[in-house]
């Protein structure tokens, strides 16, 4: 059960004026059925040759586990697997999914297409070893909300959200909009379980596509972000951590519905709902 992955140079995925962006055609496609709409992918802190992707909207709560070429990774003495169960948890929109600096991963419950949700919530639990789990527990859950949303539902349905990162010890999300093409970046502070937790506002840009995942690399020096029609790559500032305001880059590209993207060496690892996967190396942006 694999994926294959293509290595794509800068001239396979320039822009044609005439034609628009060159399609990505993947080498092969996940043949497991377990991931019907992966709507994410990250990195592991802990075992960098695993990522971890979900399905969205009303699935499962469960988790999987993939290599870099899109193996499946699971125990092996298990005969009808099924994902790692996150006991407990329900999936009312997962979106998102990042881990952060102690062993843990975070869930993003926070998908909010027609914007009238008010449980947008993120679990923390401890990353399991996915050669060997089959359930594992989340060990909180946090409610929150966004600052400038102040009517539910609100006049523009500029709250939906598929996108969250972690980067130098603090927590990230982004909001995917259904009234224009611009996202908004926001940072969480402490979390606190039992109330409602607020995020910061840092930024807003125009992504010129509906946001649909982001990652930030190992060290938070630069942030990937994923858009229906390509994907922009960011560098932080030198002051600061609005990575909107850094250098940065565009790379347009048709390759289905993406909805996963994460760092891995020199590339970025992009997927789609197809459950295809594609390899783009970082040397095809040029940071501006």
């Known amino acids: 059960m694999k994926?294959?992955?293509?290595?794509?140079?800068?001239?396979?995925?320039?822009?044609?004026?005439?034609?628009?962006?060159?399609?990505?055609?993947?080498?092969?496609?996940?043949?497991?059925?377990?991931?019907?709409?992966?709507s994410t992918l990250t990195r592991s802190r802990q075992w960098p040759d695993f990522y971890w992707t979900l399905n969205d909207s009303g699935g499962k709560p469960n988790i999987y586990a993939v290599s870099p070429e899109g193996k499946l990774i699971r125990p092996a003495w298990v005969r009808k697997y099924s994902g790692v169960n996150v006991a407990e948890a329900r999936n009312v929109d997962w979106e998102a999914m990042t881990s952060d600096d102690k062993g843990n991963l975070i869930i993003g419950d926070f998908g909010n297409n027609?914007?009238?949700?008010?449980?947008?919530?993120?679990?923390?639990?401890?990353?399991?070893?996915?050669?060997?789990?089959?359930?594992?527990?989340?060990?909180?859950?946090?409610?929150?909300?966004?600052?400038?949303m102040k009517k539910f539902p609100p006049e523009k349905q500029n709250f939906d959200g598929e996108s969250m990162f972690f980067a130098r010890g603090s927590l990230y999300i982004l909001t995917k909009h259904r009234s224009d093409t611009r996202t908004k970046l926001y940072r969480f502070g402490e979390l606190k379980t039992g109330q409602m937790n607020v995020p910061e506002l840092?930024?807003?840009?125009?992504?010129?596509?509906?946001?649909?995942?982001?990652?930030?690399?190992?060290?938070?020096?630069?942030?990937?972000v994923l858009t229906y029609s390509g994907a922009w790559?960011?560098?932080?500032?030198?002051?600061?951590?609005?990575?909107?305001?850094?250098?940065?880059?565009?790379?347009?590209?048709?390759?289905?519905?993406?909805?996963?993207i994460a760092f891995h060496d020199d590339s970025l690892l992009i997927t789609n709902e197809e459950r295809e996967l594609f390899r783009v190396p970082l040397s095809s942006f040029k940071l501006r």
């Open 114 to 148: 027609m914007n009238f949700r008010r449980d947008q919530a993120l679990y923390v639990l401890p990353e399991p070893w996915p050669l060997d789990a089959v359930e594992t527990h989340y060990t909180a859950k946090y409610l929150f909300r966004y600052p400038d």
């Open 202 to 224: 840092l930024g807003d840009f125009d992504a010129g596509d509906m946001v649909t995942d982001a990652e930030a690399d190992g060290d938070g020096k630069k942030l990937a």
């Open 3 to 38: 994926f294959l992955t293509i290595l794509l140079c800068g001239a396979c995925v320039a822009y044609a004026a005439d034609t628009g962006p060159e399609p990505l055609k993947p080498f092969a496609v996940l043949d497991t059925d377990l991931v019907k709409e992966g």
């Open 233 to 260: 790559l960011f560098e932080r500032p030198s002051r600061g951590d609005n990575y909107f305001e850094g250098k940065k880059a565009f790379l347009p590209f048709r390759a289905g519905q993406c909805e996963g």
